[in-house]
T-cell receptor, first 111, second 111 residues
Framework: AQSVAQPEDQVNVAEGNPLTVKCTYS??????LFWYVQYPNRGLQFLLK??????LVKGSYGFEAEFNKSQTSFHLKKPSALVSDSALYFC?????????FGDGTTLTVKP | NAGVTQTPKFRVLKTGQSMTLLCAQD?????MYWYRQDPGMGLRLIHY???????AKGEVPDGYNVSRLKKQNFLLGLESAAPSQTSVYFC??????????FGPGTRLTVT
């Protein structure tokens, strides 16, 4: 069985500071990994993905994520947070076609 | 391209009634999914399909059935609705290594 854990329900940062949203996964194989963002009353929007290759992947809106195979982690990062980054963030793992999501982390960026 | 569309957008059912949610995609994607999202929670996988004519159970399949008779359509059925099935339902599709594309969601209330 595959699973995704986002250990923090809420992350609070000040505008301009770096942010990290954590994600760890459990799967018996080499999965594809994704981050999505959801704004209130909206669907999910894709941010970035890791399929293979370079462990550091860059995505939309200045976000990046680092794949760490030994720690089975795929943490989302951004060097300088914006108030407009405040939203609900989901990590997802896909293996053999099955795609499951973490419970989400609410990011709040305060001015 | 319309992307991923869902019908209907809203529905109110009485306990015991049945209904079918329709998901359609025009991107020729092999993989399709149904998720439910409850308030303040993440996406839970109900059923998914890795190709036309195939379906598989996700994390919370009980009380739901699905069919994928055509590649572009993925139907989710509720045979006897229960209040616990009140939720927002999202359909998604993807190709092998692409990100998932989500529909706008169906808000279902069971009274």
């Amino acid at each position: 069985a595959q699973s995704v854990a986002q250990p923090e329900d809420q992350v609070n940062v000040a505008e301009g500071n770096p942010l990290t949203v954590k994600c760890t996964y459990s799967v018996s194989g080499n999965p594809y990994l994704f981050w999505y963002v959801q704004y209130p009353n909206r669907g999910l929007q894709f941010l970035l993905k890791y399929i293979t290759g370079d462990n550091l992947v860059k995505g939309s809106y200045g976000f990046e994520a680092e794949f760490n195979k030994s720690q089975t982690s795929f943490h989302l990062k951004k060097p300088s947070a914006l108030v407009s980054d405040s939203a609900l963030y989901f990590c997802a793992v896909r293996y053999t076609g099955k795609s499951t999501f973490g419970d989400g982390t609410t990011l709040t960026v305060k001015p | 391209n319309a992307g991923v569309t869902q019908t209907p957008k809203f529905r109110v059912l009485k306990t015991g009634q049945s209904m079918t949610l329709l998901c359609a995609q025009d991107m020729n994607h092999e993989y399709m999914y149904w998720y439910r999202q409850d308030p303040g929670m993440g996406l839970r996988l109900i059923h998914y399909s890795v190709g036309e004519g195939t379906t598989a159970k996700g994390e919370v399949p009980d009380g739901y059935n699905v069919s994928r008779l055509k590649k572009q359509n993925f139907l989710l059925g509720l045979e006897s609705a229960a209040p616990s099935q009140t939720s927002v339902y999202f359909c998604a599709s993807n190709s092998d290594m692409s990100e998932q594309y989500f529909g706008p969601g169906t808000r279902l209330t069971v009274t």
